[in-house]
């Protein structure tokens, strides 16, 4: 009840467009790694997702997360047995602090070569300066050292990763997909970049209220087309609780194992269901909601 009340006020003291902010004890709470397909690993915490793709010419990492995350992430990386400086690429899933706020730290302790979608670069680059959202929510600036562009390719050690453009919740929101094996077979594994519409989002146009970004509403629409589209055995995304993680890992260690990561029903159903979401939004605005 008292954690409730503290919850509460924290919304309340917050403006509307940092309720995101607001201190989630689980985008720090340290959790156990572990594997996720044959060379594919969870290294971030109760909520907020890294990745680490282990090849045998050094690894990558996708989302540095908070400021503070890269000392929890480098613990994960190395309880598995692996090494933090092999790490050789950092990705993002989207340009905001709890996702890319820690790669300056990541940049510095391993010397990887970061890439980032189009969109997001300026943002990456001024530290979330020139976020639409969140320009006060700084963090150190980071130099991007390849811009990717949508359908683009990363590859390292047989890893093939592609980053498609899944623009809305930032303009160079990022959904990753890879192969993997589970149970030796080869599985589409979709790792969300953000479909979330966050308060204060303006979708509409009008006068002397201009939308968030010239654009965002189609960009969301063009998000949930893709999104549909990609084939998908193995549901991941960027916060944990995008695709049920710690129920699924609880599910895991009863017994079902890896397996439990196979879900094509669960992405289906919410990619249905935050489009639902995201139409409502607009439509509640387009009616002159705020
Ligand atoms: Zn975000």
Not at 39 to 46: A, T
Not at 65 to 72: D, I, V
Not at 170 to 184: D, E, Q, S, Y
């Amino acid at each position: 009840m008292k954690k409730m009340k503290t919850c509460m006020w924290l919304l309340l003291l917050l403006p509307a467009g940092a309720v995101w902010a607001a201190p989630n004890p689980d985008w720090t709470t340290p959790l156990a790694p572990f594997r996720i397909a044959d060379n594919l690993y969870y290294v971030g915490s109760k909520d907020l997702a890294s990745y680490l793709v282990v090849t045998p010419k050094g690894d990558i990492l996708i989302n540095s997360s908070l400021e503070s995350s890269p000392a929890l992430i480098q613990k994960s990386v190395e309880q598995l047995g692996f090494h933090f400086k092999d790490i050789k690429i950092l990705l993002i899933s989207h340009a905001h602090a709890d996702h890319d706020a820690g790669s300056a730290e990541v940049k510095r302790l391993t010397g990887a070569t970061y890439m980032v979608m189009d969109g997001d670069v300026a943002v990456v680059e001024s530290g979330g300066a020139k976020d639409f959202a969140y320009p006060k929510d700084l963090y150190p600036a980071t130099k991007v050292d390849r811009v990717l562009h949508d359908g683009d390719q990363v590859r390292l050690g047989g890893a093939v990763l592609v980053a498609h453009k899944t623009p809305g919740h930032t303009r160079g929101c990022t959904t990753w997909t890879m192969r993997a094996l589970i149970g030796g077979h080869p599985r589409d594994v979709v790792i969300v970049g953000s479909w979330n519409v966050n308060p204060g989002f303006r979708l509409v146009d009008r006068p002397g209220k201009p939308a968030s970004y010239p654009g965002i509403a189609a960009d969301y629409e063009r998000t949930f087309v893709v999104l549909k589209k990609l084939p998908c055995d193995v549901f991941l995304g960027a916060h944990g609780a995008y695709f049920d993680m710690l129920a699924k890992l609880d599910r895991a260690k009863a017994g079902a194992g890896e397996s439990v990561w196979i879900d094509p029903d669960g992405y289906k159903a919410a990619v249905a269901e935050r489009e639902l979401a995201f139409e409502a939004e607009l439509k509640r605005q387009q009616q002159g909601g705020s």
